[in-house]
């Protein structure tokens, strides 16, 4: 009724109600989806892990928007959650075109290009969050990595001693930047 009074507010609040005391009532979650899906509430779906429909309307707001950074990042994060990597690496490209200082998305892109075995473009995606953040400690740490993966050593060696100047308890570089009996 809320939905045929054009009160769509309300009628997701009452669909999210009918879900709570009934939590596999699929009418209620069909429609609250559909509703979600039609107002572009990228967010709303994304947290209720609706992942396939997060991605819905995020294609819809792109297509509206093809600047919309954030439908980007969802949509990148929706697609990552259903394993998707190599799609959600694209929409966090995207991200960074629209937004190069967004380091967030720079790491998540990194990590990402990790788990793909690409360290090349996982090293740059992590030079840029470095650039944003020098102090972060973590984001020197996977570039070490992945420069050490590229055999880039004496970089990656720079890169551990960056991060265990930044927090020198970091155990994860001690074992990089010790000298190794031969030296």
Same mark, same amino acid.
């Given at each position: 009724?809320?939905? /045929?009074? @054009?009160?769509?507010?309300? &009628?997701?609040?009452?669909?999210?109600?009918?879900? +709570?005391?009934?939590?596999?009532? /699929?009418?209620?979650?069909?429609?609250?989806?559909?509703?979600?899906?039609?107002?572009?509430?990228?967010?709303?779906?994304?947290?209720?892990?609706?992942?396939?429909?997060?991605?819905?309307?995020?294609? +819809?707001?792109?297509?509206?928007? *093809?600047?919309?950074?954030?439908?980007?990042?969802?949509?990148?994060?929706?697609?990552? @959650?259903?394993?998707?990597?190599?799609?959600?690496?694209?929409?966090?490209?995207?991200?960074?075109?629209?937004?190069?200082? #967004?380091?967030?998305?720079?790491?998540?892109?990194?990590?990402?290009? #990790?788990?793909?075995?690409?360290?090349?473009?996982?090293?740059?995606?992590?030079?840029?969050?470095?650039?944003?953040?020098?102090? @972060?400690?973590?984001?020197?740490?996977?570039?070490?990595?992945?420069?050490?993966?590229?055999?880039?050593?004496?970089?990656?060696?720079? &890169?551990?001693? /960056?991060?265990?100047?930044?927090? *020198? #308890?970091?155990?994860?570089?001690?074992?990089?930047?010790? *000298?190794?009996?031969? #030296?």
């Amino acid at each position: 009724v809320l939905e /045929q009074l @054009n009160q769509l507010e309300d &009628a997701i609040l009452a669909y999210g109600r009918a879900v +709570q005391l009934k939590p596999d009532f /699929q009418l209620a979650l069909d429609n609250r989806k559909q509703l979600l899906i039609a107002l572009k509430r990228v967010e709303q779906l994304f947290t209720l892990n609706h992942y396939e429909e997060t991605i819905t309307a995020c294609d +819809q707001a792109v297509a509206d928007n *093809p600047h919309n950074a954030d439908a980007w990042l969802m949509r990148g994060m929706a697609l990552e @959650n259903l394993k998707r990597m190599a799609d959600a690496a694209l929409s966090y490209n995207r991200v960074v075109q629209l937004q190069p200082e #967004d380091n967030v998305t720079w790491f998540k892109l990194g990590s990402l290009l #990790d788990s793909l075995n690409r360290p090349r473009q996982a090293a740059i995606a992590f030079g840029n969050v470095v650039r944003l953040q020098p102090d @972060n400690y973590w984001a020197w740490h996977q570039r070490g990595r992945m420069l050490e993966q590229l055999s880039k050593t004496r970089e990656a060696i720079a &890169a551990y001693q /960056q991060a265990l100047q930044l927090k *020198p #308890d970091y155990s994860a570089c001690l074992l990089y930047t010790s *000298p190794s009996p031969r #030296d």
